[in-house]
């Protein structure tokens, strides 16, 4: 990432904020010294903290807001009087140009509404997905939706499709990612009439991308897709599931460890092993949930992330504009409803 490239972020979002902003936001320029920041809030507690951050202060501009959005505010609230918190700001300085993407760890529902209204949609798609990237047995994947839309058409899914192979592109560096769609079985006969449109659609259009088919839930930590699809009920679910499941092997291993003597013992040589799978699945290395199909970046951290985390975040955002991802997403929309085929210009006369 060569370009100097700068991002707005929300100070005061996040369970840990501002300490852990300023932490992150320095351990994400020592690995792209190339990245600049605006913080949005309280100056002298930023001030204070920036102080033990001599390079990251020479990089950095700090406007000032007392007022943030807090954990509990519904989004509606938000929007109607969060004009002036650190969240709005930083969504605005995107919008305004000043910045090349915004992060913040701070209410979902809240950056969700304020990034959509004040960003809005890219031609092309109806709803924004929230997208985001996992370990699995073969590398990484990315799967959306993630919880923004609970229903969706077959539209809406060709959409999602479109923009996680973009995404397994510019982030993840793949040159020609697999996608699945998220189904109760392989057969194309199986899952509801969203879904089999999308397939047919998806199955005949001319895109970049190598359509897999169908996917069923063992085959997303599998990897046999690089881009998982799914309504945001489901894929929702799916995260929810897969995040609870590592939580309990994590602890059983644990308490497996800690039942006799000799498991101490034997913890002792398969410590470092241990080490190396706690490694690869710490859910620092995947935090960054993106708020795709809106005329900026938005990414969304974890609330509850340290700085390592958050600096994987801004490292996401960083890559997307890097990588020009909302130029790509737009030539792959041009290029769909440009498609030869009866599906997808049925898909493009109906707006999706």
Do not use: C, W
Request: hydrophobic fraction near 45%; charge should be negative.
């Amino acid at each position: 990432m060569a370009t100097q490239l700068k991002i707005a972020l929300d100070a005061m979002g996040g369970d840990h904020a501002p300490d852990m902003v300023i932490e992150g936001a320095a351990l994400a320029r020592e690995r792209a010294p190339n990245l600049s920041f605006i913080l949005f809030g309280d100056e002298a507690r930023i001030a204070s903290l920036m102080a033990k951050q001599e390079a990251l202060a020479q990089v950095s501009e700090i406007r000032h807001t007392d007022q943030f959005v807090s954990n509990d505010a519904k989004p509606s609230q938000a929007l109607r009087s969060g004009r002036s918190t650190s969240m709005r700001l930083a969504v605005d300085a995107v919008r305004g140009g000043d910045a090349a993407g915004v992060v913040s760890a701070g209410n979902t529902g809240a950056l969700m509404a304020m990034a959509k209204v004040v960003l809005r949609t890219m031609p092309g798609i109806d709803r924004p997905a929230l997208m985001s990237f996992f370990p699995t047995i073969r590398g990484e994947s990315v799967m959306l939706d993630l919880g923004a839309n609970i229903d969706s058409d077959a539209n809406n899914l060709v959409q999602f499709a479109v923009m996680g192979e973009v995404f397994a592109r510019t982030v993840l560096g793949l040159d020609q990612p697999t996608v699945g769609l998220l189904n109760v079985g392989e057969e194309e006969l199986k899952g509801n009439e969203a879904v089999k449109t999308a397939h047919a659609i998806l199955r005949q259009a001319d895109l970049p991308m190598r359509f897999h088919g169908f996917v069923e839930g063992d085959d997303i930590p599998k990897g046999t897709v690089d881009v998982v699809v799914t309504d945001g009920f489901s894929g929702n679910i799916a995260l929810k599931t897969a995040e609870g499941t590592a939580q309990l092997y994590s602890r059983f291993l644990s308490e497996a460890y800690k039942s006799s003597p000799l498991a101490r013992i034997g913890y002792l040589f398969a410590r470092n092993a241990v080490a190396k799978l706690k490694l690869r699945v710490d859910p620092r290395r995947y935090n960054g949930a993106v708020f795709a199909g809106l005329n900026g970046i938005a990414v969304k951290s974890h609330g509850s992330t340290d700085a390592l985390g958050f600096a994987t975040a801004i490292g996401v955002a960083a890559d997307m504009a890097a990588n020009n991802f909302l130029d790509r997403v737009k030539q792959e929309f041009e290029a769909l409803a440009a498609s030869p085929v009866e599906s997808a210009n049925a898909f493009a006369s109906s707006g999706g």
